[in-house]
């Protein structure tokens, strides 16, 4: 169950908005026990708001907003209600990386800087291979960073915040956890897709498909 409520508020669905939708009756006594364990987890985590949807065989069997989006002005959470996916966003990069290497698009041991010129060269070479693995010494957050909300209206704009930054390490040397090297990532899969680095993702899966047809 807790496996399936996690998964679930990562989905994001086109529904109609509504308190809660259940399409299958014979889910009511597992969604009821489910129900219980995010109201216990929102008091845990002290969450304001959060959306759940199950999908069984392909359909929604299970769709229910907590809680609220705006808690000053009251606005209720809605099964429509959107929120930003974080790092669900690694798996969507990862993805296209993979699918970009098969088809011969993307070279993992060239130079970052061969995809995205506009990052800054370093003490030592960076490259993709090192970036996805986590070994090529790009910092982490720092401070409150994990908890900006500044909108970047380009994939490469949010790139300012650490571009200028030194290595923590040689990459090659060392494991260190960065979200800020996925960006980076990001930025390298957009600059093959799009030819353009900060083209926006929400058309990426549209862009991959009409690439590799032709």
């Known amino acids: ?26 889910h009511r006594a597992i969604i009821d026990s489910a129900r219980k364990l995010v109201a216990a987890f929102r008091e845990a985590r002290h969450i304001p708001g959060v959306s759940v ?31 930003r ?24 041991d060239a130079p970052v800087q061969r995809y995205v010129p506009s990052f800054p060269t370093k003490r030592w070479p960076i490259t993709v291979r090192q970036l996805a693995g986590h070994i090529a010494g790009v910092r982490h957050y720092r401070g409150d960073e994990v908890l900006l909300n500044r909108r970047f209206a380009t994939v490469s704009a949010g790139l300012d915040i650490f571009d200028d930054d030194t ?22 899969v957009l600059a093959i897709v799009a030819n353009v680095s900060g083209a926006g993702y929400r058309d990426l899966p549209l862009r991959m498909a009409e690439m590799f047809v032709k």
């Open 167 to 188: 290595l923590l390490f040689e990459p090659g040397t060392r494991y260190s956890y960065p979200s800020y090297g996925w960006n980076l990532l990001s930025a390298v």
């Open 53 to 83: 949807a199950v999908g069984v065989g392909g359909r929604v069997v299970w769709s229910e907003g907590f809680g609220f989006a705006d808690l000053e002005h009251r606005v209720p959470v809605t099964p429509a209600t959107r929120f």
């Open 1 to 26: 169950m807790r496996t399936l409520l996690v998964g679930a508020m990562l989905v994001v669905m086109p529904l109609a908005p509504g308190r809660a939708q259940v399409a299958v009756p014979e």
């Open 85 to 108: 996916i974080g790092s669900i966003s690694k798996s969507l990069t990862a993805a296209a990386l993979g699918q970009l290497y098969e088809r011969g698009r993307l070279d993992l």
